[in-house]
């Protein structure tokens, strides 16, 4: 089912074509555990900052209405 997870901003993913719901949107990599996630970024966040990403139903939420994404950047952490 779907999560909030925490993880750590590897990286940013550039993509000149895409869908159309994805037009405006940018990525990033995001390691969770030993799992790598491509993640919409929807609060600006920059790479070795710890993150929080919703998954799944969440992250459309999240990402907009229309976007197909599984994965989203929500939050930056501040501290654990």
């Not at 990033?28 to 790598?36: F, M, Q």
């Not at 070795?48 to 994404?69: H, N, Y």
């Amino acid at each position: 089912g779907a999560a909030v997870l925490l993880g750590t901003v590897e990286g940013n993913i550039w993509s000149t074509k895409k869908s159309p719901g994805l037009f405006g949107k940018s990525f990033l990599t995001v390691r969770v555990g030993g799992e790598l996630l491509i993640c919409a970024d929807c609060v600006g966040a920059g790479e070795g900052e710890r993150v929080l990403v919703a998954t799944g139903g969440a992250a459309r939420v999240a990402a907009g209405k229309d976007v197909p994404v599984d994965a989203a950047v929500v939050g930056i952490v501040d501290q654990t």
